[in-house]
């Protein structure tokens, strides 16, 4: 992982304070807090990032960027209930995984909202 963080350029997050000290490791961040809710509210404040969140473009699986839908192209892939009570949809360009606004959408726009105010 340190060499990894290293020849991408990347911050490597880690509550291993060994791992944090090993001279590959360009740029590290020792996190604290051990549930996963706590972890990301300290990174966001941590590393400034309110200002960079874009949620809800990336797929969830592979991390790929999410595209909205037409109507006639999803029809028969989704069961009839979801089809009638949603109007928006989103596709992975990498894994086809495709994505609604579902009753977890609210909570988690809610939780970003009071992340970043």
Known sequence: MARLSSE?????????????MHRAVTHGCYIRAFSPREQLAYLIN???LCGKI??????????GELHELESNEILGNLPQRVLEIRERFLRCGQCDHVYWEGSHYQVMKQ??????G
């Open 111 to 116: 939780w970003i909202s009071q992340l970043c």
């Open 8 to 20: 991408q350029q990347r911050i490597l997050l880690s509550r291993d304070r060994a791992l944090l």
């Open 54 to 63: 874009s949620p809800f473009c990336r797929c969830m699986r592979c991390n």
């Open 46 to 48: 941590r590393l400034d």
